[in-house]
């Protein structure tokens, strides 16, 4: 886990957010650091084409998914909106170390399962978590989001984390 998580490799998460917001969907990127290096990008796109699995971490992790077979718990994922229960599900069985998270979401988000969760116990206890890490940029996208479209109004109000 980095002692101090790096603006630049949140930068790459946004990036894809707002990729994803220009596409027309919930605006949510994420990024995967091994050494020092974005190695993975996601990006949502579950609004285009309709695929309700296609999570920017799922995403991240899907391209690269050799690589952190080989290399458990050495890399880090930034993503701009704390993950809902399938992709924290995925980053726990992948291995990834340390989540860096932009916006934590009280209503979807997974992270207060956790210490509840057994199979979490077993599989990897170790998971270190920064929450709040660039969160008005990622708010600000969201707010758009919300905007636009006039749905997930919960999105539009700054969550505390």
């Known amino acids: 886990m980095p002692a101090h998580p790096a603006p630049e490799f949140m930068l790459a998460a946004l990036n894809e957010a707002s990729i994803a917001l220009e596409a027309g969907n919930l605006p949510i990127g994420a990024a995967i650091v091994h050494h020092d290096r974005v190695i993975a990008l996601g990006r949502n796109a579950i609004s285009t084409p309709a695929d309700d699995t296609r999570h920017a971490e799922l995403a991240a992790i899907e391209s690269i998914a050799s690589f952190l077979a080989e290399h458990k718990r050495e890399c880090t994922l930034y993503t701009t909106l704390e993950p809902c229960m399938m992709c924290l599900g995925a ?46 940029e990622a708010q600000a ?21």
Do not use: C
């Open 91 to 136: 980053i726990i069985n992948v291995g990834i170390e340390s989540i860096v998270i932009a916006r934590p979401d009280p209503d979807v988000g997974a992270l207060r399962l956790l210490p509840h969760a057994d199979y979490y116990a077993y599989k990897h206890s170790r998971l270190q978590v920064i929450t709040g890490f660039m969160q008005a």
């Open 141 to 161: 996208l969201l707010t758009e989001y919300v905007r636009r479209t006039g749905v997930r109004q919960h999105l539009a109000a700054n969550a505390e984390g």
